[in-house]
């Protein structure tokens, strides 16, 4: 990290140190000007944020809903440090996102994070992830734990993002219709209905999309809906479902393009991609159950359910072994007890809990002419794997402003392969199982009522997916070359709010990552992985959100952090000392809102982004770029005032800055570059009944 930037950071770290123990009139006059409690639950035991000793960052419903598209989660991730978020235009590949590194290798969807959706886990056992079927219109909540969680979540948990998603409790007009347009067809139509009767509380969303798309090749078609239904049993215990169905039939992939093919035409698809009809479509279904008792026996259970089925087709964007499909069956559960005692006449809460899951994929895969002719099937098998975790988190207060956090876990995953096609002569079936332990320790300490000290260090495992798995030299079944990667997080922060409605974390990283899984594109265009002999990761992270007066409020995320190899060679030459390809060192977002009277808003975004290497070899140099957004709306009462109505209008990269909205990493032939759109706008209107 640039030795020009220390004394600034250690002046924002020690800062807040020196102004939290300086009382002021404001301050020394008791709980007038104390501030609404913030409280977290992603990390399991519910707690307000200032006695959780973790990187943690919560959204709200306005950070998540006002004026936005509701379509993609960079929306309302973008002012959450650590986080890296590419890939908002191609829905085939699915959105990336990274946090402190971990994710940042995944050539499409997500790996090495951890989400859940109403505490149903939409990382797979072999821990890979889809979020197509996140519902951000019906989204209440989003919280963030920014390093890895891996006692509280397992296999793949080098972050983690929680998504609660609202029961219609919420909602003080029912039903809602919004309907959007904007720039390269962009249109949907979104409608919601909930509401509390007596014991009951519902809600359903369904929404519409469609867009053609910035490049050719980019066009989506997708049907989702969300619904929940809950029961009260009585003052403690609690039934709920959740329904959840995608239907994507079309989602195109305009493929990656060479950097001359960028500045001939950034709206242009790979020669492959228009011939082949690259692409996606998807069908899932997901059904979940809650059952919550707040009075058992002394303590909290919680216990879930969930079993889900996807039916998958993808042409990539590339002749040859090309042409993919699943039909996937999800099933798990767990059961979590959360309960307060005392220890030496010292408050102890710990949680402790047992989950399961279950993945069944039969996948085949067939060959493909650059015509779009199928010749021939190339593979078929049926993948399996069974993740089993056992795990206590406990939190001791030392004193009455001192905490100690410490966790441990075990996790079982078993992953199966079974080759059914035998037509190459060989049988390529397997089996790898790894038992692995975590652990993490924390302190955290309350120096003054309204600010906080923490500190923790913890490990976490990742093994390859299935995918990851794949052997280059043509075979099936497990490539024995490739290992779970492990990895050592510490970080050590400071966090508070200020009377005069400042509120900011601090925080400081470093991760030591053994084995790291690195990705790279074979001659036939497919990926492949290798295990790196060891990275570090070491940075800083500052939030701020600052309400500078009734009208005015000012939210910022700064990200410094250098992302390295220490050990590793690619077969000819020795690349310690390269950073890790697709991380940028530097990201600052900005938000600036201004409140009007009734519902009135303005809303101005200044996004940059750093340069990054798009190769091991940091031959290849994305440069930086900055983004500005705006966003506006207002709304009125209708008629009686039982009707609302409501309209934004929005407009992304106002400056219509040239970038990229996706790199491929360690891409084959050149083909690193997904261009971004220039200016866009989008509008809508809602009504609420």
């Known amino acids: 990290m640039p030795g020009s930037r220390l004394p600034l950071l250690l002046t924002l770290a020690l800062g807040p140190v020196a102004l939290a123990n300086a009382q002021t009139p404001e301050t020394s006059g008791g709980e007038a000007n104390t501030l609404p409690t913030i409280t977290i639950s992603a990390p399991r035991l519910e707690r307000s944020l200032y006695d959780t000793p973790a990187a943690v960052s919560a959204l709200t419903r306005d950070d998540i809903q006002q004026g936005q598209q509701r379509v993609r989660l960079d929306e309302a991730l973008t002012l959450v440090p650590g986080l890296f978020l590419q890939n908002r235009d191609n829905f085939a590949q699915g959105q990336r996102i990274a946090s402190r590194g971990f994710g940042a290798r995944a050539p499409f969807g997500i790996r090495g994070l951890h989400i859940r959706v109403d505490g149903i886990p939409y990382t797979l056992p072999d821990g890979q992830a889809q979020i197509d079927a996140v519902d951000l219109d019906s989204a209440e909540r989003i919280e963030v734990i920014r390093g890895p969680a891996a006692v509280l979540y397992g296999n793949a948990a080098g972050g983690v993002i929680d998504i609660t998603t609202g029961d219609g409790s919420e909602m003080r007009r029912s039903p809602v219709l919004r309907v959007q347009g904007g720039s390269h067809d962009y249109r949907k139509v979104a409608l919601r209905q909930g509401s509390e009767s007596g014991r009951w509380v519902h809600s359903v969303s369904l929404s519409a999309l469609d867009v053609e798309g910035y490049r050719e090749q980019s066009a989506v078609e997708k049907r989702l809906l969300n619904a929940r239904l809950g029961y009260r049993l009585d003052d403690d215990r ?23 093919e960028v500045a001939a035409d950034r709206r242009q698809a790979a020669p492959a991609a228009g011939p082949l009809d690259s692409g996606q479509s998807v069908e899932q279904q997901l059904l979940g159950l809650h059952y919550e008792d707040r009075d058992m026996a002394g303590g909290e259970l919680n216990a879930r359910a969930f079993a889900s089925r996807r039916d998958f087709e993808q042409q990539l964007p590339f002749p040859g072994n090309s042409l993919v499909d699943y039909q996937r069956y999800h099933v798990g559960g767990g059961v979590d007890y959360t309960r307060t005692e005392t220890l030496a006449d010292r408050p102890l809460r710990y949680v402790a809990g047992v989950e399961l899951g279950r993945q069944e994929d039969n996948r085949g895969r067939r060959s493909v002419t650059p015509q779009g002719v199928v010749t021939a099937e190339t593979a078929d098998e049926q993948q399996n794997a069974t993740a089993a975790g056992v795990f206590l988190q406990a939190e001791l207060g030392l004193t009455d402003d001192l905490e100690l956090s410490a966790g441990v876990r075990h996790d079982r995953v078993r992953m199966t392969i079974d080759d059914r096609f035998l037509a190459d002569g060989r049988d390529d079936s397997g089996e790898r199982t790894f038992r692995e332990w975590t652990g993490s320790l924390g302190l955290s300490y309350r120096y003054h009522p309204e600010h906080q000290a923490y500190a923790n260090v913890g490990t976490a495992f990742e093994t390859p997916t299935f995918t990851e798995f794949a052997r280059p030299d043509g075979g099936g079944g497990f490539n024995p070359e490739v290992a779970p990667q492990q990895a050592l997080n510490r970080e050590i922060g400071l966090r508070g709010r200020f009377p005069n409605g400042l509120r900011y974390d601090l925080v400081a990283f470093s991760v030591r990552v053994d084995d790291e899984l690195v990705p790279f594109e074979a001659t036939d265009g497919r990926t492949f992985y290798v295990n790196a002999g060891r990275t570090s990761r070491d940075g800083i992270e500052l939030e701020l959100d600052w309400n500078l007066s009734l009208a005015w409020r000012w939210t910022s995320a700064l990200t410094l952090a250098d992302y390295r190899f220490d050990r590793f060679s690619n077969g000819e030459a020795d690349l310690a000392g390269n950073r890790l390809p697709g991380l940028p060192r530097r990201q600052w977002h900005n938000r600036l809102t201004w409140y009007g009277s009734g519902e009135r808003f303005a809303t101005a975004e200044a996004l940059y982004t750093g340069a990054f290497p798009a190769d091991n070899e ?27 109505l409501g309209a934004h209008l929005g407009v992304r990269n106002l400056f219509d800055e040239t970038h990229f909205a996706n790199v491929r990493i360690n891409a084959n032939g050149g083909r690193y570059f997904e261009p971004a759109a220039g200016r866009t706008f989008h509008a809508g209107m809602e009504l609420s009944f």
Not at 239 to 255: E, K, Y
Not at 619 to 637: I, P, S, T, Y
Request: hydrophobic share 40%; charged share 25%; proline share 4%.
């Open 238 to 260: 609690t039934l709920s479902a959740l329904v959840n169905l995608l239907d994507m039939p079309t989602a195109q992939d305009p493929g990656g393009l060479t950097a001359e």
């Open 618 to 644: 940091n031959r290849v140099e994305v440069d930086d770029h900055w983004l500005f957004n705006l966003r506006l709306g207002d709304a009125w009462r209708l008629g009686d005032g039982t009707k609302r």
